[in-house]
């Protein structure tokens, strides 16, 4: 999966990006639930994404 | 206090997974995956000494235990309320200064506080080879 349609579907959960940090960026809902996504160039791997979008999708803001 | 993250590779990426606070990070080189790692603890409020035990482990020193905790408990709660989780001998008060790592955890604390998330977890005393 393309880094931009993470991002486009982490705020399509009413996710924020909170803060960047060397090598990653921390999104949440607002509400104390956090996932950091890395900031390595390239497709984000499968897995990855997945268990990156089932918090977002337990977890809506 | 220590953990550890299972590293693999997959298609061009180099993924770690840190079954401990069910997190997972990503690079494109093994060469930077453990310190992608450590930025990923840090971006929780862990510090940690990191280093490669082989080329599939990463073992992390946590230097404060308490910040661990914190995030472990934090995680497992997810979107249920204190009061959801506050049970007798543990008050929403006392679960809450945990998870902001407040207050240090005993082993006995800390498995009632597993227990109350309903939490399926094991905790592992290991002798370090001398």
Known sequence: MKKSELILKLKGYGWKLIEETKHHSKWGNGMGVTENVSRSPGEVPKYVAEKILKKARENPA | MFITAKVWKEDDSWIAEIPSIDGVTYCGLDE??????????????????????SDSVIAMKVLEP?????????????????????????????????????????????????????????????????
């Open chain 2, 32 to 53: 930077d995956i453990l310190d992608y790692v450590v930025d990923y603890m840090k971006c929780l409020d862990i510090d940690v000494e990191a280093r490669r035990e």
């Open chain 2, 66 to 130: 308490r910040t661990l905790i914190a995030q472990i408990l934090k995680r497992l709660r997810g979107d249920k309320t204190l009061s959801e989780v506050a049970r007798k001998g543990m008050t929403r008060t006392m679960f809450h200064q945990y998870e902001r790592g407040s207050r240090d955890a005993s082993l006995a604390t800390f498995s009632k506080l597993l227990s109350a998330l309903g939490a399926d977890f094991e905790i592992v005393v290991r002798r370090n080879a001398q």
